[in-house]
């Protein structure tokens, strides 16, 4: 399982959208472990196959408390998933993008949503998210829709060398 190289600003292939999943064979699962591997490696807590250079709805997700590093982070795999509900509550969070090396920005996201979509097997799956893992699909499915984080942001900036950068997803 190779790691791949992540596409970054301006590769247009970042703003395109992405066209459904209809086959999932060996070269899919290539895919997901190599999107697994990539996103660990890099490290971040999402990636979308766009960031991989591979205009198809996939996402890879992996999250975990880390306050308590007993329990394992839960690794998510959505093929073609669609947000299907969003709360009316957001929160204005602070996000960086492994496809946007060096920037953060502050950006309003829905605090629940429900996630529709299929595992690596082709099986119907539905999510409920809250919180930051909310904010990370919301994130990474925008970027299926040819959306970056800075396109949403209220505020964007360079951190200072001594600012702790958030999870990049």
């Known amino acids: 399982m190779p790691v791949r190289t ?8 970042l703003r395109r959208k992405s ?3 209809t086959k999932f064979d ?14 660990r490696a890099a490290p971040g807590v999402g990636l979308a196959a766009p960031q991989v250079g ?8 992996e999250y975990g408390d880390d306050e308590d590093e007993d329990i394992p982070k839960k690794l998510y ?11 009316q509550e957001t929160e204005v969070g602070v996000e960086g993008c492994l496809s946007v090396p060096g920037l953060l920005g502050e950006v309003e996201r829905s605090l629940a949503v429900t996630i ?8 119907p799956v539905k999510i409920k ?10 994130h990474e499915i925008d970027h299926l829709n040819g959306v970056v984080f800075t396109d949403r942001a209220t505020k964007v ?4 060398p001594d600012q702790p950068m958030v999870d990049n997803v």
């Open 6 to 13: 992540i596409v970054t600003l301006p590769d247009p292939l």
């Open 19 to 21: 066209r459904p999943v």
């Open 26 to 39: 060996a070269q899919l699962q290539t895919l997901i472990d190599d999107m697994i591997e990539t996103m």
């Open 54 to 61: 591979v205009s198809e709805r996939l996402i890879v997700v």
């Open 77 to 87: 795999v959505l093929v073609n998933p669609e947000i299907k509900s969003f709360s």
């Open 116 to 123: 529709k979509g299929l595992n690596r097997h082709g099986q």
């Open 129 to 138: 998210a809250q919180d930051w893992l909310a904010r990370v699909f919301q």
């Open 157 to 160: 900036w360079k951190p200072e």
